[in-house]
Nanobody, 116 residues
Framework: QVQLVESGGGLVQPGGSLRLSCAAS????????MGWYRQAAGKQRELVAS???????NYADSVKGRFTISRDNGKNTVSLQMNSLKPEDTAVYYC??????????WGQGTQVTVSS
């Protein structure tokens, strides 16, 4: 079965950096659009960044210029490099895989806390 496992979350000071990774298994990784979403306490889950099977990338306005999404189809991983982190980036970050024919899958989430 499809599994998405996130890693790399943690506590970081404002202005710091973190790198999240999502390892996928049980799927043909290269045909999926991969995305990172986040959900802060009391708020709806929102898109942070996505990368489709052709390499096309989309970012939320709030993270443009600070976050970078990338994928490695050989290793079945998608990563999110987060720089210049702000307290408002604090949230649980989720990895999502989507294919119009194969469906949608979510990881279990990883906590990112930006605080001094």
């Amino acid at each position: 079965q499809v599994q998405l496992v996130e890693s790399g979350g943690g506590l970081v000071q404002p202005g710091g950096s973190l790198r999240l990774s999502c390892a996928a298994s049980g799927m043909i990784f290269s045909i999926y659009t991969m995305g990172w979403y986040r959900q802060a306490a009391g708020k709806q889950r929102e898109l942070v960044a996505s990368i489709n099977s052709g390499g096309g990338i989309n970012y939320a306005d709030s993270v443009k210029g600070r976050f970078t999404i990338s994928r490695d189809n050989g290793k079945n991983t998608v990563s999110l490099q987060m720089n210049s982190l702000k307290p408002e980036d604090t949230a649980v970050y989720y990895c999502k895989a989507y294919n119009i024919l194969r469906g949608t899958y979510w990881g279990q989430g990883t906590q990112v806390t930006v605080s001094s």
